[in-house]
């Protein structure tokens, strides 16, 4: 099969995986997510952490990246362009599964988050087991990755502008621990301890000789 007929397949099969974990993120974490009574709040979280805005966000952004939606001027050899569609796929569906891997792990507790404020459940419990046993913040790296794959496979500017606009995340998730810091305490100090922001730590378990 030719090189241009497994890309854009691969294409095709990307963009409903990514359709399908925007649904996911806009059904489960903006709309379900804020019809949970609050808790602790924290910045301005009580003003832009409502569902008209959310959605207004989210249309202002979906529509950005269809505005970008042109290719970038990059002429690529056939052998870097194989190496380039590997490597995108190699970090998408990972990237992609990491995220709702986290997200059926949050289950309720799945609530969106701003840069500008953290606004957690009346009844919010700290989650520490699946993938939140690895990293503090699966769903952004998650998506991170996602993204980079995506440019990898695409090579349009909507690419390079989610890329950019997801390293807000970074932001984000330390507003996110801010929160969990002053609603958990100890619990979170311990958590914190034991589990990487982003990279797993490669641990060696050492067996006791007797």
Request: proline share 6%; aromatic share 10%.
């Amino acid at each position: 099969m030719p090189l241009d007929a497994i890309e854009t397949w691969v294409r095709w099969v990307v963009a409903a995986a990514a359709i399908a974990t925007l649904a996911i993120a806009l059904w489960r974490g903006v709309w379900r997510g804020l019809q949970r009574p609050p808790g602790r709040t924290t910045g301005a979280a009580d003003k832009v952490l409502r569902v008209p805005i959310q959605l207004a966000l989210g249309v202002l952004w979906i529509g950005a990246c269809f505005i970008l939606w042109r290719p970038m001027p990059l002429i690529l050899s056939m052998p870097v362009r194989a190496a380039a569609l590997i490597m995108g796929v190699l970090l998408t569906f990972p990237g992609l599964a990491l995220y709702w891997w986290g997200a059926r792990t949050l289950g309720r507790m799945y609530r969106p988050a701003s840069a500008l404020g953290v606004q957690l459940n009346a009844e919010h419990r700290l989650v520490t087991h699946g993938p939140f046993a690895l990293v503090r913040h699966p769903l952004y790296l998650g998506l991170q990755l996602a993204a980079l794959g995506g440019l990898l496979v695409f090579r349009t500017w909507t690419l390079v502008f989610v890329t950019t606009s997801f390293l807000a995340l970074v932001v984000r998730a330390r507003r996110e621990e801010e929160a969990l810091a002053a609603e958990f305490g100890e619990e979170w100090e311990a958590y914190a301890q034991q589990v990487p922001r982003w990279t797993p730590r490669c641990r060696r378990h050492r067996r006791d000789r007797l």
